[in-house]
Nanobody, 126 residues
Framework: QVQLVESGGGLVQPGDSLRLSCAAS????????ISWFRQTLGKEREFVAA????????YYTDSVKGRFTISRDNAKSTAYLEMNALKPEDAAVYYC???????????????????WGQGTQVTVSS
C-alpha cells in the first residue's frame, strides 16, 4: 500500500508561483509512474501532468504547458509540481497519484492510478 501526502497549496494572486509536493510512503518511488490531477466543485478530476517511472518522460495537459513542471526526487520519495504564471482557472484541489504498469495510452486517465493523496487546495485570486 502506498500513501501519498500532498502539501504546498495555498492562496496566491494571478501570475504567482507555487510548488506542490507529494511525499510517498515508499522507499523506491522510481518504481511508480507519477501524475497530478486537479478537480473543481462539480467537475470531473482533470489530468494535469505525469512523469513516467522509466526515462522520466513528462506529459502535460495543453493548458499548463510551459507554465507547470513535474519532477521527482526518488531519493526523497517525493514528487513535485512547480506551477508558474498561475491563472484563476488553475484554482482547484490538486491530487497526486501513483501507479505501476500504467500504459502510455492511459497516462492521462485517473483510473489508471491505484494510489491517491488527499489533495491540496490551490486558490488563485486577486
Amino acid at each position: 500500500q502506498v500513501q501519498l501526502v500532498e502539501s504546498g497549496g495555498g492562496l496566491v494572486q494571478p501570475g504567482d508561483s507555487l510548488r506542490l509536493s507529494c511525499a510517498a510512503s515508499v522507499r523506491t518511488l522510481s518504481n511508480y509512474d507519477i501524475s497530478w490531477f486537479r478537480q473543481t466543485l462539480g467537475k470531473e478530476r482533470e489530468f494535469v501532468a505525469a512523469m513516467r517511472r522509466r526515462g522520466g518522460y513528462e506529459y502535460y495537459t495543453d493548458s499548463v504547458k510551459g507554465r507547470f513542471t513535474i519532477s521527482r526526487d526518488n531519493a526523497k520519495s517525493t514528487a513535485y509540481l512547480e506551477m508558474n504564471a498561475l491563472k484563476p482557472e488553475d484554482a482547484a484541489v490538486y491530487y497526486c497519484a501513483a501507479g505501476t504498469g500504467v500504459i502510455l495510452s492511459n497516462i492521462r486517465n485517473a483510473a489508471a492510478y491505484a494510489y491517491w493523496g488527499q489533495g491540496t487546495q490551490v486558490t488563485v485570486s486577486s
